[in-house]
């Protein structure tokens, strides 16, 4: 059975830092396949990309945050992170992470990030 569970949010003040993790099992050996994306979701807003890595670990950022997160994965471990720096209060959200390998997709439950001094 596949899991995707996300942790590492919380509340965090206007220009500090966060990592989240994205911990995945019942992938086995298949995980290294599978493209890996962050999305954020606003009270009140649509839910939108933030950044995914392939499976060659090419990354693609958002405009939004492009230059202040930064997307990572690590095959042995099953796990994607967002580092999130430079964080600003339109960061609050909850962060989904998904897994995905044509068209198969797996969403996790997401993190709450709250951005606010």
């Known amino acids: 059975q596949v899991q995707v569970v996300e942790s590492g949010g919380g509340l965090v003040q206007p220009g500090g830092s966060l990592t989240l993790s994205c911990d995945t099992s019942g992938f086995g050996t298949n995980f290294s396949s599978y493209i890996m994306h962050w999305y954020r979701q606003a009270p009140g807003k649509e839910r939108e990309l933030v950044a995914y890595i392939t499976k060659n670990a090419n990354a693609y950022y958002g405009d939004s945050v492009q230059g202040r997160f930064t997307i990572s994965r690590d095959n042995a471990k099953s796990s994607a992170y967002l580092e999130m720096t430079s964080l600003k209060p339109e960061d609050t959200a909850v962060y989904f992470c998904?897994?995905?390998?044509?068209?198969?997709?797996?969403w996790g439950q997401g993190t709450r990030v709250t951005v606010s001094s």
């Open positions: 998904k897994a995905q390998f044509l068209v198969n997709a797996y």
